[in-house]
């Protein structure tokens, strides 16, 4: 089994900063894409940003210069800075990553539980 464990959401003020993460742990053979994807309150879930094995990076439109996203290999965890946070941001944040497991024994997507921001005005 594989699982993703996101961290790092919360209450912030406009303008403020937060920083999620989200280590992916179980049977894993190898993982290509890690990316970040948000669902505000009556919205579909939306790409927030994803970075691919090959290290090529997409972001949302409306947070392109505001987050970046990273990863570290070594620890199968992808990482959400977000900078200049608006209300609109206020979301719940989901991980999700493209993982060859043990079990499986193809690529399949798996998705964290979701972490919760709120930025206040």
């Known amino acids: 089994q594989v699982q993703l464990v996101e961290s790092g959401g919360g209450l912030v003020q406009a303008g403020g900063s937060l920083r999620l993460s989200c280590a992916a742990s179980?049977?894993?053979?190898?993982?290509?894409?890690m990316g970040w994807y948000r669902q505000a309150l009556g919205k579909q879930r939306e790409l927030v940003a994803v970075?691919?094995?090959?290290?090529?990076?997409n972001y949302a439109d409306s947070v392109k210069g505001r987050f970046t996203i990273s990863r570290d290999s070594a620890k199968n965890t992808v990482y959400l800075q977000m900078n200049s946070l608006k209300p609109e941001d206020t979301a719940v944040y989901y991980c999700n990553a493209d993982v060859f497991s043990y079990d499986n024994r193809r690529f399949l997507l798996y998705w964290g539980q979701g972490t919760p921001v709120t930025v206040s005005s």
């Open positions: 970075k691919t094995g090959a290290g090529t990076t």
């Open positions: 179980g049977s894993i053979v190898s993982i290509n894409s």
